[in-house]
């Protein structure tokens, strides 16, 4: 199994700046793609950025130029730089990972962590 430990999250006021860190143990012999997502009551959960093997980013259009992704593969984990927090912001933010949990398995396994709460007052 895999597990996904999430913090960093909070109370900020607009315009703070606030860093999520997510960080794998377990069962894992690669990481491939890491990415953010968040989700508000009675909405689906989106994409805020993604990350995967090789570096490469991907960030929703509301976050770009304010945030920034990356990833530490040597300490199994990822992280989110958030700057110039809107009250928009506020969400619950998790972490996915997909990784390969051994050489002998060539399937990718998708996880998710529990979540943290992200609240930006205006």
């Known amino acids: 199994q895999v597990q996904l430990v999430e913090f960093g999250g909070g109370l900020v006021q607009a315009g703070g700046s606030l860093r999520l860190s997510c960080a794998a143990s377990?069962?894992?012999?690669?990481?491939?793609?890491m990415g953010w997502y968040r989700q508000v009551p009675g909405k689906e959960r989106e994409l805020v950025a993604a990350?995967?093997?090789?570096?490469?980013?991907n960030y929703a259009d509301s976050v770009k130029g304010r945030w920034t992704i990356s990833r530490d593969n040597a300490k199994k984990a990822m992280y989110l730089q958030m700057n110039s927090l809107k009250p928009e912001d506020t969400a619950v933010y998790y972490c996915?990972?997909?990784?390969?949990?051994?050489?002998?398995?060539?399937?990718?396994?998708?996880?998710w962590g529990q979540g943290t709460q992200v609240t930006v007052s205006s």
């Open positions: 996915r990972v997909v990784v390969r949990t051994s050489v002998l398995d060539l399937s990718d396994y998708l996880f």
């Open positions: 990350i995967t093997g090789g570096g490469s980013t």
């Open positions: 377990g069962s894992i012999f690669s990481i491939n793609s």
